[in-house]
């Protein structure tokens, strides 16, 4: 506890933020995303600029909220630079499938970027590419495919860091619909399975509360693909 800046324990990002030390960024970045690669270096990048655009700095309380329209490595730039997470309600996400941010204070002053993706595919190595068709999108290759793959892809994503904006990104101010800050619900026991529930998540069955799996009844669910509808009898 004693060496834990209570205060704000962004400190050490706002001030990467500040200096414009992106590439420390990136490294930290890494702590949370767990690899390098070119998408989540563009997430770090666009969200220093949004964020040193406006000027905003998050506690993680929604004074600033980060709109992000894909799920993609993009988003965990986002967060982890934004202080905007999935977490604090602070993230946004429109099932876009798109390479698009944008950051707002809860005035409605916003700033968009997309990523102009096609430039950064173009800093890729031929090698780089068939490493990664062989390796991620295949799921195969050796042991040493995945290492070569892996220094390859880190090189390419520090080397991105270093591209003009204006190269690989649209940026537009923009007004934001912000949502009303999330509200605080209680909770309830499920009466099937016995886990707590957020109080509007539960439905009603034979008088009593019940979660949504437990219901059988249709729900949304974030992976990969996207958000897709799950369940329902
Ligand atoms: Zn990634
Ligand atoms: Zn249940």
Redesign the pocket.
């Known amino acids: 506890m004693s060496n834990t800046n209570i205060d704000n324990p962004r400190q050490e990002i706002e001030e990467a933020i500040a200096s414009g030390d992106l590439s420390k960024l990136l490294r930290m970045n890494g702590m949370l995303?767990?690899?390098f690669?070119p998408?989540?270096a563009m997430g770090v990048k666009a969200a220093v600029r949004a964020v040193r655009e406006l000027g905003v700095r998050s506690t993680g309380m929604e004074e600033v909220v980060a709109i992000v329209e894909t799920n993609?490595?993009f988003s965990?730039g986002i967060q982890f630079v934004t202080g905007c997470s999935f977490g604090s309600n602070a993230l946004i996400y429109q099932d876009y499938g798109k390479t698009v941010f944008t950051l707002a204070r809860r005035s409605g002053d916003g700033v968009r970027i997309s990523v102009r993706a096609d430039r950064v595919s173009e800093e890729r190595s031929p090698q780089a590419t068939q490493l990664f068709e062989k390796v991620v999108i295949g799921r195969g290759g050796s042991e040493d495919d995945k290492k070569r793959l892996s220094k390859l892809w880190a090189e390419l994503s520090f080397r991105v860091l270093e591209l003009p904006d204006e190269e690989v990104f649209d940026i537009k101010r923009v007004a934001v619909d912000v949502p009303a800050y999330a509200r605080i619900f209680a909770s309830v026991r499920c009466s099937v399975c016995g886990e707590n529930i957020m109080e509007p998540r539960a439905r009603i069955k034979n008088g009593k509360p019940i979660c949504i799996p437990c219901s059988v009844q249709e729900y949304y669910q974030l992976t990969g693909d996207g958000i897709s509808v799950i369940g329902g009898s």
């Open positions: 995303h767990g690899h690669c998408f989540s993609n490595c965990d």
